[in-house]
C-alpha cells in the first residue's frame, strides 16, 4: 500500500515519503490546459514525462514552496520558458543538456548537479538519459512557455 507524501514545517521544511507520491494526471481540458499543483493551468504540450506534485510547505496548493519530482524519458527536449519564481532543480539520476539565455554553452549535468534558476530566466534541457530531478519554488511557480527563448545573447553562438 503506497503512503501519502506528507508535509511539514514543525522542523522547518520536511517532507515524508515523497517516492510515493502519486503523478499530476494529466486531465486536459478543451482548451488543450491541464491543472498543475501550485502552477494552475498549464499547456499539455509540455513535457511528456512524468511530474509528482510532492507538496508546498502551507499545505497542497496554498503556498511555497513547492517541491516537485520530475521524471524524464531519454531524448525528451523540454520546450523553453520562463517561470515567476526563483527555483532550484537537482539532478537525482540521469544525465541532461541544459541550455539557458544568459549565454552560455550547452552544458551536461548529471546526479548531484544543483541548478539555481532566477525568476525570468529562459531555459531548457535535453534529457540525454533517463532523469529525475527534484524541483523547489520558493513562490508561485508559474510557467510562462516560449516559442523561442528571450536571450540575452546571440543564441547562434552558444547553442548548436
Known sequence: MKR?????TQRGFTLSNWTDAEEVPRDVGADG???MPGMGRIPAHLPLGHTKF??????????PPWL???????????????????HLELVLSG?????????HAATRLG????LF??????YRYTTVSAADLLALWFGVPDVI?????????????TRG
Do not use: C, K, N
Request: charged share 20%; net charge negative.
Open 4 to 8: 501519502q507524501a506528507t508535509m511539514s
Open 33 to 35: 490546459l491541464y491543472e
Open 54 to 63: 510532492l507538496g508546498s510547505a502551507a499545505g497542497v496548493d496554498a503556498g
Open 68 to 86: 516537485y519530482l520530475f521524471q524524464r524519458p531519454m531524448g525528451e527536449v523540454t520546450p523553453w520558458r520562463r517561470h515567476t519564481s526563483d
Open 95 to 103: 544525465e541532461i543538456e541544459w541550455y539557458d539565455d544568459a549565454g
Open 111 to 114: 546526479p548531484g548537479s544543483v
Open 117 to 122: 534558476i532566477p525568476a525570468g530566466r529562459s
Open 145 to 157: 512557455a516560449e516559442a523561442t527563448p528571450h536571450l540575452a545573447t546571440d543564441e547562434s553562438t
